[in-house]
Each structure stands twice: as structure tokens, then as C-alpha cells.
């Protein structure tokens, strides 16, 4: 009952929002007031929303970094990243992705009849990947091997793509890297911890994300943001 009601809700005012809206950023936004959406779920939505022609927004305009993307950034550039400037390298990654194909010998022709470029959305989900990649190679237990579907179908790309609106590029707080909203991860729980060069870290599930996005973070940043959940986990620690 609560998802019908929630789809009521955004059936209802949802088109006046995103006739009104000046930036994706402001829908991203809107979403966020309700209680079950969190971060990745927003975005999701703000993304199918874009397939369609009832959202005109340029495909540069916003990205949201979900935690595997931050890690999959972390991976890339061998060291860490503070959340200011994480927007700032996808943009950057995005505008010289020709580059870098060059420089790796990748022969890449781009999406579609259009041979549209890689855009922020996807640099984003690439990067979250390879963070499950290399989380993936590091594990000890097998698992079940992947088997391939076959050849993939004919791709096929939303219409509305290539409406004229979507090429102005709209972006929202341009002086800052990303909107303070973004920054909000919670801790849902501490499930497990380990000891890295000798430095304790906690396996942490965050709210709204699905389990397969849960992280090991380092105790010290994890006391300045959940005190109280690691102070509840270590009390549960047998030595």
C-alpha cells in the first residue's frame, strides 16, 4: 500500500514538478523529499524519467555518485578523492573520453546510429562496475561462474534523445562540485570488520542502497560520521 500510495503521489505531481523544473538537479531534488528515496533510488528514477520525452535535460547536466562509483574513482586514480571533486573528475573523464580510447588503442564508435559519446550516467555505472570487478577478483570462494545470454539484441535508443533541448547544457551550481544533497550516505547497519595493515575497517551496509553495494570503510572516518553505530558494533565483538 505504501509503494501504490507513493506512485499515486508522483502521478499526481510530477508533471507540474518537471514542467516547472529549471535543472535536472531540481527534480533529482523533489525526489529526495520522500522518505523512501534515497540517493541511488532517486537517480534511477531520475534516469528512466530521461528516456522518455516528458524530461528535456541535456545528458551533462547532473550526475549523482553512488558509494561503488566513489570506490571505482578511488581505484582509478590510486588514491582517495574528496567528495568536491569527484563530480568534476567524471566531467572531466566524460569531455576527454576520446582521449583516452586513443591512448588505450580502444576502438569505440559511439551508441547508436548517432554514435553518441559516453555520457555522465554511464561513466558513473562503468565505474561502480569495476569496483565489483576487482571486489569480485579479490574474493577467495568461487561462486557461481557467469554464463553469457548470447549476442546482445539491437540497440535501440530513446527518441527523445534527440530532441534540440537536450543539447543546451544546464547545470546547476556550477561553482560548487555537487549540491550538498548529494553528500547525505546513512549507515544502515555494520555487519562485519577486518584488520588491513593494521588498520580496522567495517563491512557497512547504507540505507537505500541495495547489499551489493555494502563497502568496507576505515573506523576513523566511520567514528566522525556513525559514532554510534561502530560503538554499538564493537560492543558485540568477542575477542
Same mark, same amino acid.
Given at each position: 500500500?505504501?509503494?501504490?500510495?507513493?506512485?499515486?503521489?508522483?502521478? /499526481?505531481?510530477?508533471?507540474?514538478?518537471?514542467?516547472?523544473?529549471?535543472?535536472?538537479?531540481?527534480?533529482?531534488?523533489?525526489?529526495?523529499?520522500?522518505?523512501?528515496?534515497?540517493?541511488?533510488?532517486?537517480?534511477?528514477?531520475?534516469?528512466?524519467?530521461?528516456?522518455?520525452?516528458?524530461?528535456?535535460?541535456?545528458?551533462?547536466?547532473?550526475?549523482?555518485?553512488?558509494?561503488?562509483?566513489?570506490?571505482?574513482?578511488?581505484?582509478?586514480?590510486?588514491?582517495?578523492?574528496?567528495?568536491?571533486?569527484?563530480?568534476?573528475?567524471?566531467?572531466?573523464? /566524460?569531455?576527454?573520453?576520446?582521449?583516452?580510447?586513443?591512448?588505450?588503442?580502444?576502438?569505440?564508435?559511439?551508441?547508436?546510429?548517432?554514435?553518441?559519446?559516453?555520457?555522465?550516467?554511464?561513466?558513473?555505472?562503468?565505474?561502480?562496475?569495476?569496483?565489483?570487478?576487482?571486489?569480485?577478483?579479490?574474493?577467495?570462494?568461487?561462486?557461481?561462474?557467469?554464463?553469457?545470454?548470447?549476442?546482445?539484441?539491437?540497440?535501440?535508443?530513446?527518441?527523445?534523445?534527440?530532441?534540440?533541448?537536450?543539447?543546451?547544457?544546464?547545470?546547476?551550481?556550477?561553482?560548487?562540485?555537487?549540491?550538498?544533497?548529494?553528500?547525505?550516505?546513512?549507515? /544502515?547497519?555494520?555487519?562485519?570488520?577486518?584488520?588491513?595493515?593494521?588498520?580496522?575497517?567495517?563491512?557497512?551496509?547504507?540505507?537505500?542502497?541495495?547489499?551489493?553495494?555494502?563497502?568496507?570503510?576505515?573506523?576513523?572516518?566511520?567514528?566522525?560520521?556513525?559514532?554510534?553505530?561502530?560503538?554499538?558494533?564493537?560492543?558485540?565483538?568477542?575477542?
Amino acid at each position: 500500500m505504501n509503494h501504490l500510495a507513493l506512485m499515486e503521489v508522483l502521478m /499526481q505531481e510530477m508533471p507540474d514538478v518537471l514542467s516547472k523544473a529549471e535543472y535536472m538537479a531540481d527534480v533529482f531534488e523533489w525526489l529526495q523529499t520522500f522518505k523512501s528515496m534515497g540517493d541511488f533510488t532517486a537517480y534511477q528514477l531520475l534516469l528512466n524519467l530521461s528516456y522518455s520525452n516528458v524530461m528535456s535535460f541535456s545528458d551533462h547536466d547532473f550526475v549523482v555518485m553512488c558509494v561503488g562509483s566513489r570506490r571505482g574513482l578511488r581505484r582509478c586514480f590510486k588514491q582517495d578523492i574528496p567528495r568536491s571533486m569527484e563530480v568534476d573528475l567524471v566531467r572531466w573523464i /566524460q569531455s576527454s573520453q576520446d582521449d583516452h580510447f586513443a591512448r588505450l588503442r580502444l576502438n569505440f564508435n559511439g551508441l547508436g546510429d548517432q554514435h553518441r559519446p559516453m555520457m555522465l550516467c554511464d561513466i558513473e555505472h562503468t565505474l561502480c562496475e569495476l569496483d565489483k570487478y576487482i571486489r569480485k577478483c579479490g574474493q577467495s570462494s568461487k561462486g557461481r561462474p557467469f554464463v553469457g545470454t548470447g549476442e546482445l539484441g539491437e540497440i535501440r535508443l530513446p527518441k527523445a534523445w534527440s530532441d534540440k533541448a537536450r543539447q543546451i547544457v544546464r547545470i546547476k551550481n556550477e561553482e560548487e562540485a555537487e549540491p550538498d544533497i548529494i553528500e547525505k550516505f546513512v549507515v /544502515q547497519s555494520i555487519e562485519a570488520h577486518r584488520v588491513v595493515d593494521g588498520m580496522m575497517e567495517f563491512l557497512v551496509f547504507w540505507e537505500g542502497y541495495d547489499p551489493d553495494e555494502a563497502t568496507w570503510e576505515p573506523k576513523d572516518s566511520l567514528m566522525e560520521d556513525a559514532p554510534t553505530m561502530v560503538k554499538a558494533y564493537l560492543k558485540t565483538i568477542t575477542y
